[in-house]
């Protein structure tokens, strides 16, 4: 059991270079989401998707776009990269009324713009 | 005002120290309090779940949330080096918007 797979675990960019992290999960989940993870600021959520064919902007969207492809994957794209998008990646999910709300998180992906 | 806010550490203790880990919260909305544990290039994990003021207990962890306060606490009883980790508080409304606290770094000292 997988879980959640991010990929790719390491990336440098240049400033105006674009990418997109992908994340998958094999729970079934209806809810996904993507986190930044920065020194002193914590986990701060960057777009969410609750159901497959929606998304919508989390605390930190700017310079961001995502895609819920279907029910188990879900990207985040940075079109032109800044190096205030340094930072650690995290992608999220969980299946919302099963009691817990518990997140599950993928390892993560860290990014430099340099 | 920060919504959560969270010692960042660096907390040190000795192995088989009590831990106390704290949070304060300004929002008196907030209805399910969780801690997530997350190792050194890990992704955090969830620890402990409540949805009411008081104690939960789960082994060596006991969580304890003081709503009257707003203020969430995490004891570890007989610290193992294995507890060495960054804990997050996560005091929430119950919807998709999750919010953390920023996180304290602790190291068991074996």
């Known amino acids: 059991n997988a879980g959640v797979t991010q990929t790719p675990k390491f990336q440098v960019l240049k400033t105006g270079q674009s990418m997109t992290l992908q994340c998958a999960q094999d729970?079934?989940?209806?809810?996904m989401y993507w986190y930044r993870q920065d020194p002193g600021m914590g986990l701060r959520l960057i777009y969410y998707?609750?159901?497959?064919?929606?998304?919508d902007k989390g605390e930190v969207p700017n310079g961001y776009n995502v895609s819920r492809l279907n029910k188990r994957e879900f990207s985040l794209r940075l079109e032109s990269a800044a190096p205030s998008q340094t930072s650690v990646y995290f992608c999220?999910?969980?299946?919302?009324?099963?009691?817990?709300?518990?997140?599950?998180f993928g390892s993560g992906t860290q990014l430099s713009v340099l | 005002q920060k919504e959560v806010e969270q010692d960042p550490g660096p907390l040190s203790v000795p192995e088989g120290a009590i831990v106390s880990l704290n949070c304060t919260y300004s929002n008196s909305a907030f209805q399910y309090f969780m801690w997530y544990r997350q190792y050194s290039r890990k992704g955090p994990e969830l620890l402990m779940y409540?949805?009411?003021?008081g104690n939960k207990e789960d082994g060596r962890f006991t969580a304890q949330v003081d709503k009257s306060s707003k203020y969430i606490s995490l004891f570890i009883r007989d610290s193992q080096p294995s507890d060495s980790a960054t804990y997050l508080c996560a005091p929430n409304f119950g919807n998709e918007k999750l919010t953390f606290g920023t996180g304290t770094r602790l190291t068991i000292i074996p």
């Open positions: 729970m079934n989940h209806n809810s």
């Open positions: 998707s609750a159901s497959e064919g929606t998304t």
């Open positions: 409540t949805y009411s003021s």
């Open positions: 999220a999910s969980r299946q919302r009324g099963a009691g817990d709300e518990k997140l599950f």
